[in-house]
């Protein structure tokens, strides 16, 4: 293999490495291929030993404002009708739409020191999702994606990651393997698509029907021995192994009694953080909850707005929090609650707040995190940041690091480039425990 | 045999009286007679809302033959030389279902291919060319073609822009089948709104990349990619960061939105500012964001060349063979040198360079593409990264077919009539795997899965009746909703713009308008893969089997996964087939004999009859499962490998 790739330009890498996640006949083969793609890439780096096996990555969509969440500016214009609660962690406060996360803040690191370089969402999101900035040439994988390429599905019969939510736009496994590429979920109600059979057919048809369809094939099969061909054989018997999975309950929240479904909040992102929980329960790697309605240019203080959104975050990630430990899970579970960017400090002429990408607050906990702190901070008005700069790729190469996947191995993309996990991204050392 | 099959000729008799007293009863289930009023699934108008397609030119076939024939000559030569032993012709059966796939994008119909079958004409494969190169079949296919290259999306840039115009304006091009230089070149010039000149959608498509566009320009239409040079000198290939910028400088004038504060175009004030503050004066309860500003930002995007703009090397630049800030010429990275000459526009000097007969490389991408979609390589593979050193599997040929394109003044319909009529394209496909490090030598084409689209248009092939007037919405009528002169527009026609847009193009209103005409269930829209939003989202079944998301210049793949698997077993599309009124089902329903039904199923849906021992399999299944057995037959049938993938 190694000499194969040796001897292949730039160019035709590509081709041997998209063959060789074609070639990956199934999940039991793909480790293999991983290592095969790693080693040829590079010679040597060890993956460290990390703390979290199992991300949950709260991504809200719209750009939040971090002044009226984990920013406040209580008393000035900047501030608006959002104050300050004071937290379980004497000294530090939180606004007061999150008085749940403020009982929890023993938990939580929050970094007020983020900033990006853009001010449009879709870029804003790529570049939080995948630490680079979107291009024309290259799409490149978004961190579920890498975490199921290097350190590989725990559980071999449910997917490695999952995004829950539109997912529309979203960069997905990007120049990696179609094997690394989330599941996607539109709505956590539903769960998964087309797990369910038609109501019409019974066990034993779908039996008889699997046997046809393997004797209708033979004489095919026989005829073009291909690996792609065979790869769809792979796939199917995978598609049958994942329906007849005790685990492909994972997806059915419905399994949840009343009260706990009611704990994390009958809304999209309670639902979803439940559904992830279930998933980390199952050991899928990476699940990522979108949740949108954050881009409040006008009216951001109506009653349905931020103010909403704010209480339903506050009230899912409490539950999620407080059910991974109830679990024995958090301490292998990283959260993250993220955004693409911050919100004006000035409240315009419709009475909201527009984009802002010179300063915005993420918040991190579980598995890997040291809690109970702010990090960095933004000046009197939440304009620009003062001390602690964090870029995307600090906040992913946190996030990487908390994991145990390697910053500074090259990974080679199918264009024959070479690209790092988080970019350049540093990690935050004071975050990590 | 015999005696099997006079025994279940007793048994489908008796099938025949069942389903005569009782035509509704459903392959899905052995007891459970479906709902007996009308059917759940759409049927088209029978009404094609298209632009006429321009009939090939029969008189041209002599010389068709001509080149197909020199094409072969070479293609033997290289047999010789690499001692390659050709595929045997392929049968009928497999013919057919290869063209329909290749030139409609989707498989033949029952009847068309038992026709096929029929025909003793011994010009059949010729004419049955013709016909699907003049049907809107075709054009769709090679929409869907295009659209990936061409990163088609309905809402592109932030969701701002309105490009569907756009879309349809490439429909009719395709139709028209207007020579594939003047195409090109009617986009990168095009100026204005994009409802009065819909060809400007090309350059809004990189609205505020301009230096991407350069690079998306050139990798579609040379097959070349500079993109690495936008930033340094290009490591793999011979380009400078300064022949980038030297390139670049040609459309860099080119501007895609007005901005509204532009003094010198609106000298009077911002009109958005206006118009929203007078809005809110009327009603101070109206929204004005929403579909009101949606409206207005519109009107800011248009094309027009600024031929003042100059292009400079950038601030950090390192290299020495130039300055930071220091303005760059235009210069074309290859070819005629062209310059740009005084009172001339350089998108036009630009547009004439790259189409002309003489660019090196302009006639040569295309072919190559051409070629690789009709035998799944390329002569030059990858298609978009041709460089100096690139290796060709046969020059010969390439030069050929080049000097082909343009002696056919760059009719590229013409030049896949030719190819379809050589004989390698002809003979039977060849697997071959993609690590594979030789040259192709092309004892046939490649084994290939179906794209998304041809697998989607293909289920719809057998599902609905009328299926090429399954069409979405047109926005004909946009322009005189939405155009507005923002200088002396006044807020209450703004506010019935964005009335009728809201009513009639959006994205909400197009949804349910399709939705009110062909649906399943009024929430799945049954439209071609060519009439359905862009990009889909992510979880619909056309993304699923690889439809990129139109973002990246040929981001659709044909990768399985289980999910695709998923969506055979218990999507709505597959369980669809198997109801009353679709047209696999009401076909079988109505054959008389059993061995007829088998017929039937294979021909619609692997376009070939059963063999022997598919006739047994299929006949011993329906024996034990009744009427269900049919339904197990064609559901099985439809998740087969040799359904998935094209011979």
Known sequence: MRTLLRKAGPQTRRDVLTSIARTALGVSVVPFANQMMNSAAFAGSSVAAGKAEHVIYLFMNGAMSHIDTFDPKPGTDAGGETTAISTSVPGLSIGNHLPLMAKQMNRLAVIRSMTTETGAHEQGAYLMRTSFKMIGSTRHPFLGSWMTHVAGKANKDLPGCVVVGAANRHPGQGYLSAETAPAPVADPKVGLQNTQSPKYLKEDDFKTRQRLISKFDSAFKSKYESTEVEAYVDYYKEAVRLLKSSDLVAFDISREDEKTRSAYGNHRVGQGCLLARRLVEKKVRFIEVEFGGWDNHNDIYMATNLIEKTVQLDQAVTALLDDLQQRGLLSKTLVVVATEFGRTPKINQNAGRDHHPGAFSCVLAGAGIKGGQIIGHTDSSGRSVEDGHALPQDLNATIASACGLPLDKEFISGAGRPFRIADQGKSIAAVLS | ?647
């Open chain 2, 1 to 647: 045999m015999r005696r099997l099959n006079s025994l279940l000729f007793v048994i489908s008799m008796a099938l025949v009286v069942l389903c005569d007293i009782a035509p509704a009863i459903a392959f899905q289930s052995p007891n459970k007679a479906n709902d007996k009023s009308a059917s759940r699934i759409p049927r088209g108008s029978g009404k094609i809302d298209a632009p006429a397609v321009k009939p090939v030119d029969t008189s041209t076939i002599a010389d068709i033959q001509k080149s197909a024939d020199r094409i072969d000559e070479l293609i033997e030569a290289n047999y010789k030389k690499h001692n390659i032993k050709p595929n045997a012709s392929a049968s009928d059966a497999v013919y057919c279902r290869r063209v329909h796939l290749h030139l409609a994008g989707r498989i033949p119909t029952f009847e068309e291919a038992y026709q096929f079958s029929l025909s003793k004409d011994a010009d059949k494969r010729t004419k049955l060319v013709d016909h699907l190169l003049n049907s809107h079949d075709h054009v769709s296919h090679m929409f869907n073609y295009w659209a990936d290259i061409l990163r088609l999306q309905d809402n592109p840039i932030n969701n701002n822009q309105i490009a569907q115009p756009y879309h349809e304006w490439i429909k009719k091009a395709l139709s028209e089948n207007t020579p594939y230089d003047q195409w090109v070149r009617q986009m990168i010039t095009a100026e204005g709104r994009i409802w009065e000149n819909p060809a400007v959608g090309f350059s809004m498509r990189d609205s505020g990349m301009e230096l991407d566009h350069v690079d998306n320009t050139v990798q579609v239409f040379l097959g070349t990619q500079i993109g690495c040079a936008q930033c340094h000198d290009h490591p793999f290939d011979r380009w400078t960061q300064k022949e980038f910028y030297q390139m670049s400088a040609f459309l860099y004038g080119t501007q895609t939105r007005v901005g509204a504060g532009d003094k010198s175009r609106f000298p009077d004030g911002n009109p958005v500012e206006r118009l929203r503050s007078e809005m809110r004066a009327l009603d101070p309860s109206y929204n004005t964001n929403g579909l009101y500003s949606r409206v207005l930002i519109a009107n800011m995007f248009e094309v027009w060349e600024n031929r003042g703009k100059r292009l400079k090397l950038p601030h950090d630049y390192q290299y020495d063979n130039g300055k930071a800030n220091e303005v760059v010429p235009a210069k074309p990275i290859f070819g005629d040198p062209v310059k740009v000459g005084k009172g001339e526009s350089p998108r036009t000097v630009f547009a004439g360079w790259m189409t002309s007969p003489e660019n090196p490389r302009f006639a040569k991408n295309i072919v190559n593409r051409m070629w690789k979609k009709a035998f799944g390589v390329g002569l030059i593979d990858p298609v978009n990264d041709i460089r100096d050193e690139s290796i060709c599997s046969n020059p010969e040929l390439l030069e050929f077919l080049t000097k082909e394109l343009v002696r056919l003044k760059f009719d590229v319909r013409e030049l896949q009539r030719i190819i379809c009529r050589t004989q390698v394209w002809n003979r039977q496909s060849q697997v071959r795997e993609a690590t594979s490090e030789e040259l192709y030598q092309f004892p046939g084409p490649v084994l290939r899965r179906m794209s998304a689209e041809q697998l989607w248009d293909s289920l719809l092939t057998m599902a609905v009746y009328n299926f090429e007037s399954f069409t979405r919405p047109s926005t004909t009528g946009l322009a005189e909703t939405i155009d507005l002169d923002l200088k002396t527009a006044t807020p209450q026609q703004v506010k019935k713009a964005a009335e009728v847009f809201d009513a009639r193009y959006s994205t909400v209103a197009q949804r349910k308008l399709t939705l009110a005409r062909n649906s399943y269930k009024n929430r799945t829209v049954l439209a071609r893969a060519s009439e359905l939003p862009l990009p889909l989202p992510s979880d619909h079944f056309i993304r699923q089997f690889g439809q990129g998301d139109r973002e990246l210049i040929e981001a659709a793949n044909t990768d399985g996964s289980v999910s695709q698997m998923l969506t055979m077993f218990n999507g709505e599309i597959t369980h669809m087939m198997l109801e009353s009124g679709s047209v696999i089902y009401d076909d079988v329903i109505n054959a008389k004999t059993l061995n007829d039904r088998i017929d039937i199923i294979f021909l619609s849906i692997l376009s070939r009859k059963a063999t022997d021992t598919d006739e047994a399999i299929a006949k011993a299944e329906i024996q034990d499962s009744g009427n269900a057995g049919y339904g197990n037959v064609i559901w099985a049938l439809i998740n087969t490998k040799e359904f998935l993938f094209i011979q």
